[in-house]
């Protein structure tokens, strides 16, 4: 009787101690799951900022017109004599 409680015991031990185990490994890899998302993430928002940028430049390029401006000489004193 007590050869077979202290096997039930035993088994019950090793199984406590494989919940645990498998316990700690569906842990540590759900956090590298959401440190590599994370790093995705971060990629991709770098991407998309990048490629928002240039889109943003290119319209600009091709928007922008370099105005010429007359200024009168009258006016250049005026503004020299400011500065």
Do not use: C
Not at 42 to 65: C, G, P, W
Request: hydrophobic share 45%; no cysteine; charged share 20%.
């Amino acid at each position: 009787w007590f050869v077979d409680a202290w096997m039930v015991a035993k088994h019950a031990s090793n199984f406590g101690w494989y919940l645990s185990w498998a316990s700690q490994i569906k842990n540590m890899v759900k956090n590298l799951l959401r440190q590599a998302n994370r790093a995705s993430n971060f990629d991709t928002s770098i991407l998309e900022m990048n490629t928002h940028v240039q889109k943003h430049s290119a319209y600009t390029q091709v928007h922008s017109r370099a105005e010429v401006v007359t200024v009168k000489p009258e006016t250049k004193e005026l503004l020299n004599a400011e500065l």
